[in-house]
């Protein structure tokens, strides 16, 4: 049989039947079998496929993880109406029922009966893969079955669109079977897209491991050099062009997640050493120039690949007028009649168009992203570099946070802009072009359209100047609060021990919540603007269309489409251009700060001389180190005596062995010379060697024990004699080895797969919950049926078919309020949406902040500071930025494809079901790609961490680095650390390359079959009657292809955003300390009042799988009892500070404060309880009030009290501002000395019962060391005392001493008795400091009051020296205000004697004048005096208070009551205050 004849066969055409009267397609009467074969047959025949294979996947797969319906019900519902489908045809079949039949055919045609049965046949498969789904379920490609029941439902639709035209035609009962068969399709697709079962595991199901892979197991490491360099540069010219070199990495993280091995090193070209030697190059030479300027030293070290990119964006730019004019070309062959051949030309041509400007755009993006990374990291290396070589006084003008932020912010801001700076010239190019073709359709009407475009942008550029100086101010915000971030965490277990988490939380917040008012107001400002934007295309689109038909034109389908397209390409420009234009000025901003650090003052840096080739840098052999003397004998005294070595130190042993002293004292050198000739000459270095304990007649040598070996010795513990052999079960033997692996640092945390619902559900939450959501869903529906029937209208305007009823002004006004009421709406959706996100950004920052100020110390000693700061920083920044707005994007883009899909559906169903099987090769390469891209971002997001941790611990070790010239070092550090995240950045890029060119071409296709199928379906018809809905779907059709790019890409980068989130909740979710306050188990008032400690069988260790620090320790301390606590390197000083203050937690044991277990309360009642006194001083930016009271819980005369018994009350009344005077950043504007006498002053303040002293005066000088330990015997009198020793001189006179060795009690008991037995562990400390320091510590500890009460009244009788004279200066000074009397009288006579106004008479009035000043008589006017000028109250009497307290110093000279030399060195301030008659 011939293929005509059995085609004839198979369908069975009727000539001149209904099918070809009545139906005006090119099909003829092949209509009803072309459609229910090609169209629903084949729609049915991909979804029987689709269920075998997932019924294969639930039978056969076991790698697939298998899950159990909690209910079955759901699934029987759907298998009723599956039942229904599958016999409804079957049915048909058999009773010979056609619904195609209108001609009077006898018998169902060979067609129908195959259609039907293949109808029955899937749902019968779908009826079995549901009763299998009540067995075993699984989720994987449940997606797919969803999508083929929708095909389904649209090829039926294409069949009954086309039976509703005919349906006078049909016999009641046979439509109504038929559609009673869609009716359910059409529930149980509807049932199907929503149903989302609730599961519970296959029980005793264990999935099978393809190849054994899990991202934990893998370690992420950087390739080694060579190895698996970038393909890109080698490849050939067609993969450049399609990217295929990024397939192979594509395809292998589609099969598993992506690990940094897989990923490529940089090529040369892009690596920060390379980037940066040329920028530094360029800058060098901007550096000479007058006024230098960052941006062309960049453009001279980058710029040419930028420029390069340029012009692939003028062929991008051309494609896309190719639609809206041969949009027009089409409509018009159209309105003429012309021949069908020529509409599929014109498809072709759009396709063709399409596909150009899909590749242009690819090489644009690439090249202009790739100077974008480029940019950053040449930046973020300058800054690196620069902040190594910033002098003091340029450190001091940049803090830590302000150069973080622009290494995380800044660098980022030039990077994003870099990527659409060519749009300040294509911009305004595709303007022009778009007004001319305008002008070409509408003529003088488009110029007026174009008018309205001029007179709106002076509104642009007042915003963008606002918003200018908005961003600014928030930026500073942000500075600032990355800065005290910085410092709380670097001094976290401070802010711990003082209980300090709240105050700094409420800090940290408040300068949140400014920042985030200034981002508010800047944001809602940009909401305005874009409000602007979106209405001047509404707007131009009305008084065009409006002035061309008042003026006598004819709106045509060709005129007002093709507008509509141009109009539409030129909003793309007008909505980009003024937010570029705010990025650019964000972007100069930046570049100003960047520049300004760039040209700041720096070192002038030395090279270290070159190594000797062949010979090791550094080598060692049979090395043993050890701590302190070992290291002066050993490395200072041997290794580096031909070197001259400057030694900077506390450490007063040592000063016997160095060949030179220098003695500075408050900035100036003193003393210096020998150590024979200071002791014998120099009375200061004899009263810093005496305070010391370190004064002796002979120089001797110090022997050490040579026995390693730790030794048990008889201690008490608990007051209790205990006794103990040696070689005890203490000592370490060679066979104990660890079980477990710890590891120091924690490998940061990475998620693997999609975003799981649980971030989707953390920000939903976060931003107020379903009902803000749900007006934000409400607003995208609204705003797109609005947009489809503003499109609509314009169709039914421009029908010149039909009869027009009115008038073309009610065209132009419905137009206009539809397209108003659309543009309201999404304005609308930008505010709630602005609002909405950043309450969910403060919400999130503050929970992640709260979180973290929890978090138990052993998170942060795993987790390096940049880490965290990272979160604070770039992870914040997304969600503060990107989040809402991508998320926004999406879901725009997302209803606009539905809108696009529901129109096409309705003016031509045929096109939509050729088109769908598109969407799931769409659908397929989008999760191809994002199986890649989702590992790349996260992995980018991992590898930008270290980059800022190394930046942190180069600020922090900046002394060593410049003490051993380690710039290049670490600078090669930090850009392998940079290059290792580039690598991620230029992978996530090229894929996002790898996924246009697929998609948009896919798109282009879509265009050609929508363009093709509207032709064919409407070949016999009236041409000019069908214009019109050609236009409106054409005008759709067009924007098919962007749309689908820019939803699945918008997906992405929605996704990846989130990922932000995602790394926010991982902190915000971190385990917390114990409660702070337990409301229920308060402490008694007054609690401590006794302080008496107890230590009950103790064991405690850091982190599990490390072994205990304390083992079972256990001992008593009495009330107001001093307790020195010695041992060596790691035998559990700090750790059983840690235990009490509950930083770290006990394993197992009890720790009572006045017999109440201390784990039962609250930890902010427990610190509160406890002083402390740190060894290294934390001071924090702000003022000096706050450092010492962050709560404000104290008045002004208690803190000044605290400083005065701390001896600062002077140095800080010299300050202006007093209590508020500014503390900078880690206190370096004060001495080390000063910060530790300032926590002293804390724990003064908190009078706590019980006062820890963890090695107070290790790091301070020997006057401060004394200051303290004064203030420490003299005002916690009445404290329990734990005083860590550093020098034991500081810890003799404690009333007992624990000697700690390997996390056990050694001994316990009094210093005397202690060093009465010559075998003790602290005798031999005692004895290792020295002979003549240890025969003086002997002396004190074995009954030597005597010597003691020495050293007390020669400290008693200076003072009692001091106070006369400051008394009697203070008497003299009030003498010259109470006694000036009788010498006014004096002077007045000499001065009348006097026969012309001299000098005497002057200074007679000068004396009066003072009187009256120091009795009062003057305040008002010397008060009015001060406002006028300026001045400050309190700076001007103390002025005046120096000049009298000069006069009481002179007075004193004259009485000469003391000695002179005691006089003159008195340089004490009177306290005024105080001073009383």
């Not at 025949?45 to 697939?64: A, E, G, N, P």
């Amino acid at each position: 049989m011939a293929p005509e004849g059995l085609l004839d066969w198979y369908c069975k055409p009727v000539e001149n039947g209904k099918w070809v009267t009545l139906v005006p397609n090119a099909l003829g009467a092949y209509t009803p079998c072309a459609t229910e074969t090609v169209v629903v047959a084949l729609s049915h025949l991909v979804l029987w496929c689709l269920i075998c294979y997932r019924i294969w996947l639930i039978c056969k797969d076991f790698s697939v993880k298998r899950f159990c319906l909690q209910s079955s019900l759901f699934n029987y519902g759907l298998g009723a109406l599956a039942a229904y489908n599958t016999a409804e045809p079957l049915y048909r079949a058999v009773m010979g029922i056609s619904v195609v039949n209108l001609d009077g055919q006898s018998s169902l045609a060979p067609f129908e009966v195959v259609t039907l049965l293949v109808e029955s046949v899937t749902w019968c498969t779908m009826l079995a893969l549901l009763c299998s789904e009540t067995k075993v379920y699984i989720r994987e490609f449940r997606w797919y079955i969803r999508f083929g029941v929708i095909y389904v439902l649209v090829g039926e639709a294409t069949l009954f669109k086309l039976i509703l035209t005919l349906n006078g035609y049909y016999e009641r009962s046979v439509l109504y079977l038929y559609i009673s068969e869609i009716i359910c399709q059409v529930v149980f697709c509807i049932l199907l897209l929503f149903y989302i079962p609730k599961l519970i595991t296959y029980p005793g199901y264990i999935p099978i491991e393809n190849g054994a892979f899990t991202v934990a197991s893998a370690e992420y490491e950087p390739l080694s050099a060579g190895e698996n360099v970038c393909p890109e540069r080698c490849v050939n010219l067609f993969s450049r062009i399609f990217f295929s070199w990024m397939t192979p990495l594509m395809r292998e993280g589609y099969k598993r997640p992506i690990t940094d091995k897989d990923v490529w090193q940089l090529d040369t070209w892009d690596q920060t050493e390379t980037l940066y030697n040329n920028f530094q190059r360029c800058w060098e030479e901007e550096c000479t120039k007058p006024k230098p300027w960052l941006l062309r030293a960049l453009n001279r070290s980058l710029g040419a690949r930028f420029w390069f990119g340029g012009m692939f964006k003028i062929g991008n730019d051309a494609t896309q007028f190719v639609g809206p004019i041969v949009l027009s070309l089409l409509l018009e062959s159209m309105q003429r009649g012309d021949p069908a051949w020529i509409g599929y030309l014109y498809a072709a041509v759009i396709f063709l168009g399409v596909t150009l400007g899909v590749l242009s755009d690819a090489q644009y993006s690439q090249n202009v992203m790739r100077v974008g990374f480029r940019i950053r990291a040449t930046l973020v290396a300058a800054i690196f570099r620069k902040t190594l070589r910033l002098t003091h006084e340029g450190r001091t003008k940049f803090a830590s946070g302000r150069i973080t932020n622009m290494m995380t912010q800044d660098a980022e801001a030039l990077k994003q802009v870099c990527q659409q700076l060519h749009g300040l010239w294509s911009a305004p190019l595709r303007i022009v072009v778009s007004i001319t073709l305008l002008y070409n359709q509408l003529g003088v009407a488009s110029l007026i359209g174009a008018v309205i475009l001029v007179l709106l942008f002076p509104i642009q550029t007042f915003v963008i100047g606002r918003m200018k100086k908005l961003s600014k101010e928030g930026l500073q915000r942000t500075d600032r609060r990355i800065g005290l971030m910085n410092e709380v965490l670097a001094a976290m277990e401070t802010v711990k021990c003082y209980a300090w988490e709240n105050s700094f939380q409420q800090k940290v917040q408040h300068i949140r919540n400014d920042e985030l008012s200034w981002f508010r107001k800047a944001q809602l400002l940009g909401a305005c603007n874009s409000f602007i934007l979106n209405s001047i295309p509404v707007l131009v689109t009305i008084v065009a269309f409006g002035v061309y038909t008042l003026l006598g034109g004819e709106l045509t389908p060709a005129k007002a489409f093709s507008s509509i397209s141009l109009f539409a390409v030129l909003r793309f420009p007008l909505s980009m251009f003024p937010n570029l234009i705010t990025q650019v000025v964000n972007a100069n901003v930046s570049l100003k700060r960047l520049e300004d650090l760039l040209l700041a003052e720096e070192r002038k840096l030395q090279p270290n001389p070159p190594l000797q080739s062949g010979l090791p840098a550094i080598s060692i052999k049979n090395g043993t180190f050890s701590w302190d003397t070992k290291v002066f004998d050993g490395c200072i005294k041997d290794e580096l005596r031909g070197k001259t070595r400057i030694l900077v130190t506390n450490q007063l042993h040592f000063l016997p062995h160095v060949d030179k002293i220098i003695l500075i004292q408050d900035g100036m050198i003193k003393e210096k010379g020998t150590y024979e000739e200071l002791i014998r000459h120099g009375p200061l270095f004899q009263a810093l060697m005496e305070n010391a304990g370190k004064m002796e007649n002979e120089i001797e040598e110090r022997t050490t024990n040579g026995d390693n070996e730790p030794k048990v010795f008889t201690f008490e513990a608990n007051g209790e004699p205990m006794k103990s052999e040696k070689n005890h079960s203490l000592k370490k033997t060679s066979s104990t080895k660890k079980e477990d692996k710890s590891v120091l640092i924690k490998q940061e945390e990475r998620e693997t797969g999609i975003i799981s619902f649980s971030v989707l559900q953390r920000y939903k939450n976060a931003l107020g919950g379903f009902w803000v959501v749900l007006i934000l869903f409400s607003c995208y529906v609204t705003s797109e049926v609005l947009r489809a029937s503003r499109s609509t209208w314009l169709s039914v305007w421009t029908d010149q078919t039909a009869t027009k009823h009115h008038r073309p002004r009610f065209y132009i006004i419905v137009y206009a309020c539809i397209s108003f009421g659309q543009v309201m709406v999404t304005l609308v959706n930008s505010f709630w949406l602005i609002l909405s996100s950043l309450y969910a950004a403060r919400r999130l920052h503050n929970s992640m902040l709260t979180s973290i100020l929890r978090a138990p110390m052993s998170f942060f000693h795993t987790n390096p500071i940049g880490r965290i700061i990272n979160r604070f920083a770039k992870d914040l920044g997304d969600i503060d930025r990107n989040v809402a707005v991508t998320s926004n994007m999406f879901l725009s883009q997302i209803f606009q494809l539905l809108s696009a899909f529901v129109l096409i559906g309705i003016v031509s169903t045929i096109s939509l079901w050729a088109i769908m099987p598109l969407l799931i090769i769409f659908y397929a390469a989008y999760l191809y790609y994002q199986s890649t891209s989702r590992e790349i971002k996260r992995l980018d997001s991992i590898s930008r961490s270290p980059v800022y941790a190394q930046f942190g611990e180069a600020l922090n070790g900046l002394v060593a680095i410049r003490a051993y010239k380690a710039y290049d070092r670490m600078a090669k550090i930090n850009g392998k650390a940079m290059d290792n995240n580039i690598r991620f950045t230029l992978v996530n890029m090229s894929s996002n390359r790898w996924l246009g060119i697929r998609l948009q071409s896919l798109g282009g296709l879509m265009i050609w079959l929508t363009a093709t199928f509207a032709v064919l379906q409407n070949q016999r018809a009236d041409s000019a009657a069908f214009a019109p809905l050609m236009g409106l779907l054409l005008s759709y059709t067009l924007n098919i292809s962007s749309l689908l790019t820019n939803t699945l890409r918008l997906a992405s980068q929605a996704e990846n955003s989130f990922n932000a989130v995602e790394r926010v909740g991982t902190y915000v979710d971190l385990p917390s300390e114990a409660p702070l306050i337990i409301e229920n188990n308060r402490p008694p008032p007054g609690w401590p009042s006794s302080g008496i400690i107890e230590f009950k069988n103790v064991v405690m260790r850091y982190r599990q799988n490390l072994p205990p620090v304390l083992r079972g320790i256990s001992f008593r301390i009495m009330s107001t009892e001093k307790v020195g606590i010695v041992g060596r390197t790691g035998a559990g000083k700090s750790s059983m500070f840690n235990s009490l203050f509950r930083i770290v937690e006990l394993e197992s044991g009890k720790i009572f404060i006045d017999e109440c277990d201390v784990s039962n309360y609250g930890l902010t009642d427990l610190r509160k309880a406890l002083g402390i006194i740190p060894q290294s001083p934390v001071l924090f930016s702000g003022t000096v009030r706050f450092n010492l009271d962050p709560f404000g819980e104290h008045n002004d005369a208690d803190l000044w009290e605290a400083l005065e018994r701390a001896y600062l009350k002077d140095v800080i009344r010299r300050n202006s501002l007093g209590l508020d005077a500014e503390v900078s950043e880690a206190g370096e504007n004060f001495s080390m000395g000063q910060r530790q006498l300032l926590s002293l002053a804390r724990a003064l303040l908190r009078r706590s019962k019980i006062l820890v002293l963890d090695e107070a005066t290790a790091a301070v000088d020997v006057g401060t060391d004394a200051l303290i330990q004064k203030t420490i015997r003299e005002d916690f009198t009445s404290c329990t005392m734990l005083v860590i020793a550093h020098r034991i001189n500081t810890i003799i006179d404690c009333d007992r001493i624990l000697v700690l060795d390997a996390g056990q009690v050694l001994e316990f008991d009094t210093p005397k008795n202690l060093l009465s037995d010559e075998d003790s562990a602290f005798t031999k400390m005692v004895c290792s400091t020295g002979s003549a320091n240890a025969q003086y510590l002997r002396t004190i500890a074995l009954g030597g009051r005597d010597t003691r009460e020495q050293f007390e009244n020669r400290a008693f009788e200076n003072k009692r020296k001091w106070t006369a004279s400051a008394r009697w200066a203070a008497a003299a000074q009030l003498a010259i205000s109470l006694s000036l009397t009788s010498p006014q009288q004096n002077l007045q006579a000499i001065a009348e004697g006097s026969t012309d106004n001299n000098i005497l008479q002057e200074t007679r009035n000068a004396t009066q004048t003072l009187q009256d000043v120091l009795q009062g008589k003057h305040d008002s006017a010397i008060e009015v005096a001060l406002v006028q000028h300026q001045v400050s109250k309190e700076s001007w009497w103390l002025e005046l208070f120096k000049v009298i307290e000069g006069f009481s110093i002179m007075s004193r000279l004259a009485r000469n009551r003391f000695n002179e030399d005691e006089l003159v060195s008195e340089d004490r301030d009177i306290d005024w205050g105080n001073l009383t008659v």
